[in-house]
């Protein structure tokens, strides 16, 4: 069965330093998202990526954030100048449609800001 | 606003009792309703769904939910619990037509022997 694939499950890093988190979606979808989980908090959007560009994003994602996909397999996640509080659960989704409305996700990359 | 509520934070259910999570939603038009179980440190699995019709909706794993328009809910049932159904599930829901999940704090289910 097809699924999301992300990478790295797990990434420590230093206050202020940069992180990529990457996500290779389900190959046939044409819709890629991103979400976080703060610890003990919900589920939160942060962006949707469509035909080469964000088509919309929460008030989370501001210029710290970024999203590619770099060579039509991969989206990355770039989070600039970490903060303390990215300290999250990052979760990459995609989905085939906005018809279905269902989105597949993978299994999260922790990230920890130290 | 749009938004998802999930009354409760933990249920504890005996394995082979019945089970019923409760998710409440507000938003302008009767959205897309999800629910999707997280196992400890898998992904988000979709567990059942509801577009329109039949307000009855069967899922994976046995689980069934019943979208209820007048009471704003749509609650997740599941008629014998296993052990193997401790979990985190969360509700969500999405705009018709739009493409942003909006989650419930989830419900974490503990089953006891």
């Known amino acids: 069965e097809p699924e999301v694939t992300q990478t790295p499950s797990h990434q420590v890093t230093q206050m202020g330093q940069e992180v990529i988190l990457h996500c290779v979606p389900i190959?046939?979808?044409?819709?890629f998202y991103w979400y976080r989980q703060i610890l003990g908090q919900k589920v939160e959007f942060l962006v949707s990526?469509?035909?080469?560009?964000?088509?919309?994003k929460s008030e989370i994602f501001d210029d710290q954030f970024s999203v590619e996909r770099p060579d039509g397999s991969n989206f990355t996640l770039k989070i600039r100048s970490t903060k303390l509080e990215d300290s999250a659960m990052y979760f990459c989704a995609s989905s085939r449609d906005t018809n279905t409305g269902e989105l597949f996700f993978g299994e999260g990359s922790r990230l920890t800001v130290l | 606003a749009q938004s998802v509520t999930q009354p409760d934070i933990h249920i504890t259910v005996s394995e082979g009792a019945s089970l019923e999570l409760r998710c409440n939603y507000s938003?302008?038009?009767?959205?897309?309703l999800f629910w999707y179980v997280q196992s400890p440190g898998q992904g988000l699995q979709l567990l059942l769904k509801y577009f329109s019709g039949d307000t009855l909706v069967q899922g994976i794993k046995g689980f069934e939910a019943e979208f209820k328009r007048s009471q704003s809910s749509f609650n997740l049932r599941k008629p014998s619990v296993h052990w193997s159904d401790a979990a985190e599930y969360f509700c969500a829901g999405m705009n018709t037509g739009f493409q942003k999940l909006v989650f419930g704090t989830g419900t974490r289910l503990l089953v006891s022997p």
């Open positions: 990526f469509y035909n080469n560009e964000i088509s919309e």
């Open positions: 938003y302008g038009a009767t959205p897309y």
């Open positions: 190959s046939n979808h044409l819709y």
